[in-house]
């Protein structure tokens, strides 16, 4: 065999796909898989046309390409890769990542276990990327202010389905099962929550009746409550002038 010959051979056979179908190839296993193919399940998919030498001797490395393709190694990343994968996350969203967006997104970012098994938790990584993470008792504040600010829209205690819709306008609140596990996780605990809005809201001078309908007197400006004052100064001493001497 003439080496030129067969480098030419091998070069000509390595080029039967190019590097976009190679590349096309890996996602769509890896949107087959719902994660990030290994070597081993590229080879095993049926419906890959190529064996992972192939993608290895285009590309140098499985990992390199698997980047190229917009794909996350299964094992790679510093600390500093990850806490960098949540905060474009996070800019892509507008608020702190969740371990359900991690899941939703498995065949494009590192998993959860990753950040657990990397910093501990999922909450100590979004500390470390510079989100705002509260702790549990901070948490529950933010979720009974947020409660009682529903309740004065709905005219009544908020429910969980009323809470769930709420956080589908806004997404930077807490979910409704978030807020479920803070006021105890357990049976019973969403009127747990709805018991701590209730006594926020009887603070702050509402009014909630048994069946947890919410009304709110309305504020009247100073000036109206310095003319109720002249005006009732000025029944009591027209009492007092008619009373008999």
Not at 187 to 216: C, H, I, M, P
Request: hydrophobic share 35%; with cysteine.
């Amino acid at each position: 065999m003439e080496p030129a010959d067969l480098a030419a051979f091998r070069a000509g056979m390595r080029r039967r796909y190019s590097d976009e179908e190679i590349l096309a190839e890996l996602k769509a296993c890896a949107e087959r898989l719902g994660r990030s193919p290994t070597m081993r399940e590229f080879e095993l998919d049926r419906r890959v046309r190529m064996h992972p030498q192939t993608v290895i001797e285009r590309f140098g490395t499985w990992n390199t390409a698997k980047r190229l393709a917009g794909l996350r190694p299964r094992r790679f990343a510093t600390r500093e890769e990850l806490l960098a994968e949540l905060r474009a996350l996070g800019d892509e969203l507008g608020r702190p990542p969740t371990g359900g967006d991690l899941q939703r997104r498995r065949a494009t970012m590192p998993s959860k276990s990753l950040y657990w098994h990397t910093f501990g938790s999922l909450r100590n990584a979004l500390r470390e990327a510079g989100f705002d993470v509260p702790l549990g008792e901070e948490r529950l504040e933010r979720a009974v202010t947020h409660g009682a600010s529903l309740a004065r829209r709905l005219r009544r205690l908020p429910r969980f389905a009323d809470w769930a819709a709420a956080r589908r306008r806004n997404p930077k609140l807490a979910s409704e099962w978030q807020v479920y596990r803070l006021a105890g996780g357990r049976r019973g605990a969403w009127t747990n929550f709805q018991y701590l809005v209730r006594a926020r809201l009887l603070e702050e001078g509402a009014v909630v009746a048994d069946d947890g309908k919410v009304s709110v007197p309305r504020r009247s400006s100073p000036e109206q409550r310095a003319g109720r004052g002249r005006t009732g100064a000025a029944r009591g001493r027209a009492r007092r002038e008619a009373a008999p001497r």
